[in-house]
């Protein structure tokens, strides 16, 4: 079945320094892969998606490619503010060959960004 | 628009006790998603609904849970009988459709617990 592996958090950095969050996926078909954030307290939300190889996603200075060969979709940002601070969570969506619909979600990476 | 709406946002009950969880997905979204949330097992899939119609509910842990969306703008989870171990965040989310590139728009969540 599908599934996404996302690096163990938290992830604590200071404030304006690189962000990377590894993720990686298996799929049985051509999935749409997705980021989402979720800030204490709320529902996810989409942050940036892509749907085919090589697409760029980005969103409010994150970005991440669509990489087929390395099966990956890493999140980056170039310099995280403290309102960056929730967890990410990587994802994708992916037909069976039987045609049910399947989300699937990564773990979540809690990320925490100091002043 | 008012997005996703869930009621109530928090819930403590007793073991044994029925819990209704209720979810209003956004005017014109086809499709609706319940996912539990614990720190032990990540985000999980319970159920999800295309149409008023449930298309898989293979995620939902025992017999004591059911859901129902007698409407295109309602939806229940429910829990009989509740038990500690159900204690966890509830989400609902909905989308457009069941097509692979779409997101999926989450409430603010249902935090549950159950004594």
């Known amino acids: 079945g599908d599934s996404v592996t996302q690096m163990e958090g938290p992830v604590t950095l200071s404030e304006e320094a690189f962000l990377t969050i590894n993720c990686t996926y298996t799929a049985t078909g051509y999935p749409s892969l997705f980021w989402y954030v979720q800030y204490p307290g709320e529902g996810l939300q989409l942050l940036l998606k892509?749907?085919?190889?090589?697409d760029k996603g980005s969103n409010k200075g994150f970005e991440a490619t669509y990489r087929k060969e390395t099966t990956s979709f890493h999140l980056e940002k170039g310099s995280v503010q403290v309102s960056d601070s929730a967890v990410y969570f990587c994802?994708?969506?992916?037909?069976?060959?039987?045609?049910?619909?399947?989300?699937?979600f990564g773990r979540g990476t809690s990320l925490i960004v100091h002043p | 628009d008012a997005g996703v709406i869930q009621s109530p946002r928090h819930e403590v009950t007793e073991m044994g006790q029925e819990v209704t969880l209720r979810c209003k997905p956004i005017s014109g979204h086809n499709s609706l998603f319940w996912y539990r949330q614990t720190m032990m097992r990540g985000l999980e899939l319970l159920i999800y609904?295309?149409?008023?119609?449930?298309?898989?509910d293979s995620g939902m842990p025992e017999d004591r849970f059911s859901a129902k969306m007698p409407n295109a703008s309602f939806s229940t989870l429910k829990i009989q009988p509740s038990e500690p171990r159900d204690s966890a965040v509830y989400f609902c989310a909905s989308s457009v459709g069941l097509a692979e590139d779409n997101e999926q728009f989450f409430g603010p969540g249902t935090r549950l617990t159950v004594l």
């Open positions: 609904f295309n149409n008023n119609v449930p298309i898989d």
């Open positions: 994802a994708l969506s992916d037909r069976e060959t039987g045609g049910s619909y399947i989300p699937t």
């Open positions: 892509a749907t085919k190889a090589d």
